[in-house]
Each structure stands twice: as C-alpha cells, then as structure tokens.
C-alpha cells in the first residue's frame, strides 16, 4: 500500500492498518490521529510535521524515519524501532516509549514531558535542548530491563522531575541541564559531565558518580546519602544544605566549592582537594580526612567530632568556633 491509497482509506474511517508496508513513503503533514500501524514497516518514511497524536505503533518500524516536528502526544510507542529516526522538535508528550530502541535518534528541543521510556535504549540519542520534565525511566527489574543512556547528549535538557531511578547515564553529556528534583537514586553517572547543571532538590541516593565532572553544577539541597563521587571534578560547585551521609568523596576535587550547613555524617573525603572551600557551619561528624587538602578552607562552626583530621593539610584553614575531634571549641 502507498501514501495515497492509505490516506483514502483513512479518510474513509478505515484505522486499523497492522503489518502494512509505508516503507520511503511521503506522509508529509499526514492527519492519522489514533491510526493503529501495529507492527508497520516505515523505516525511511517522510512523516515530518505528520499528526499521530494517540496512534498505535507499537512494535513499528521507524529506523530511519524522518518525524520532525510531528505530533506523537500519546501515542503508543512500546517496543518500537526508531534507531536513526529524526524527531527534531518532534512533541511527544505521554508518549509510551517503554523498551523502544531509540539508539542514534535525534530528539533535539523535542517535547517528552511526562513520556514513559522505561526500559528504552537510548544510547548516542541526542536530547539536546529537550524538555524531558516528569520523564519515567525509573529500573523496574520485574518488568523492564535498565533503561540505557550511555554516551547520550542532554546537553541544557530540561528534567526537572524527571524519575531516573537506576538509569545507566554512564558519560552521558548533561552540560547545564536542569535536573532539579529529579530523581536518580543508584543511577550510573560515571565519567558523566554534569558541568554547570542545576541538580536542586535532586535524589542521588547510592549513585555512581565516580570520576563525573560537576564544576559549578548546583547540587544544593540535594540527598547524596552513599553516593560515590570518587575522582570527580566538582571545582566550585554549590552543595549548600546538601544530606551526605556516608557518601565517598575520595580524591574528589571540590576546591572552592560551597559546602556550608551541608551534613556529612561518616563521609569519606580522604585526598580530596578542599583548597578554598567553604565548609561554614558543615557537619563532618566521624568524617574520614586522611590527607585531605584544606589549605585555606573555611570551617567556621563546622563540627568536626571524632572526624579523622591527624594527617589532613589545614594550612591557613579557618577553623573558628570550630567543634574539633576532641570536642573542643576551636577558638
């Protein structure tokens, strides 16, 4: 069947089309509202600007597939190919996206506001300016396999709220991307560049952030409890009132970062580099500091009970009104 003879039939009332071939087909602006391709075949088809808004395509054939600009908003999308599909500015708003194969796509300033992608591969997708708020990718182990991101570009994408509980964003591009209260508990952001995003309010309970870049990314008021950013790059970062406990900071550099009133209760901070900080009023209770460079770091009022500080280097350190490991008042 061709464009033409589908879009008679459509118009006819006829909507249920599973299993037909549309593949280099031109559907340019094509109205197919709540249209059912179940299974179609329209790799390299032209759907640019088309209305598939509330459509069927689940386990369709989109490799390749030019969607630019077209309307997808709830459209079911579950276990699609669209491996290649360009859907630059495309908008598929509640969109069910759930274990399609998106590797390679482009979703440049697309809109995926309250979209379920759980268990989608996204490797190597580009996001880049895409508003992704209430996204769903949350690790669902009985039903959906880990949603993949490895390598993806989300570059200034808006996540605000965005549920990416146990997602694999190893090296993934979040350059100044707006993931305030989002939620990434036991994600995998390794090797991750989250460079001047803004992470407020976040939940990064048990992730792996090891050896992520994070310089002047706002992590304030954020919940790192166990949270592994060993190795990371966090020059200047803002973690004020941020919940750490337990967290691994180890060979992290976090010179002149902001860490005033954040609570790091038993956290490891062993070599990391603190020069110039501001730890003001931190609660670093039983915190391990072994060889930590704190050279002139301020920890006015920061309470440092039973903290590991015997071989840190505190050279030109404010320590004022400091509670030290012993219980004294630094004075």
């Known amino acids: 069947m061709n464009a033409e003879e589908l879009i008679k039939k459509y118009t006819a009332g006829e909507t249920k089309f599973t299993g037909i071939n549309l593949s280099g087909e ?3 602006a094509a109205d197919l509202i709540n249209i059912i391709l179940t299974k179609a075949d329209l790799h390299n088809a032209n759907l640019i600007f088309a209305y598939l808004s509330r459509a069927n395509l689940v386990q ?3 490799n390749n597939t030019k969607l630019s600009g077209a309307n997808l908003n709830q459209a079911n999308l579950s276990g699609a190919n669209m491996q290649d599909a360009d859907l630059h500015g495309a908008t598929l708003q509640g ?4 274990n399609a194969n998106i590797t390679l796509a482009n979703l440049m300033d697309a809109n995926l506001i309250n979209a379920d992608l759980r268990g989608a591969n996204l490797s190597g997708a580009n996001f880049t300016g895409a508003c992704l708020r209430g996204l769903n990718l949350r690790e669902e182990k009985r039903f959906y396999k880990k949603a993949n991101l490895r390598g ?6 808006d996540l605000r709220g965005a549920n ?3 997602a694999d964003l190893a090296k993934a591009d979040l350059r100044g991307a707006n993931l305030s209260e989002a939620v990434l508990r036991k994600a995998d952001l390794s090797g991750a560049n ?6 407020t309010n976040a939940v990064l309970t048990e992730a792996n952030l090891n050896e992520a870049n994070l310089t002047q990314a706002n992590l304030s008021l954020t919940k790192l409890e166990k949270t592994i950013f060993s190795a990371a ?5 803002n973690l004020h009132l941020a919940i750490m406990h337990n967290a691994n900071f180890s060979k992290a550099n976090l010179s002149q970062a902001n860490l005033d009133n954040t609570r790091m209760i038993g956290i490891n ?3 990391a580099n603190l020069t110039n900080a501001n730890l003001t009023e931190a609660e670093l209770i039983d915190a391990y500091l072994a060889r930590t460079n704190l050279t002139n770091a301020n920890l006015t009022n920061a309470n440092l009970t039973r903290a590991e500080l015997s071989t840190a280097d505190l050279t030109g350190a404010i320590l004022l009104g400091a509670t030290l490991p012993d219980g004294k008042i630094f004075t």
């Open 26 to 28: 031109n559907l340019f």
């Open 60 to 62: 369709a054939n989109l």
């Open 95 to 98: 969109a069910d996206l759930r």
């Open 152 to 157: 993806i570009n989300m570059s200034k994408a």
């Open 164 to 166: 990416l509980t146990g």
């Open 194 to 199: 989250l460079s001047e995003a803004d992470l």
């Open 233 to 237: 790059e966090m020059i200047g970062a």
């Open 269 to 271: 901070l062993s070599r």
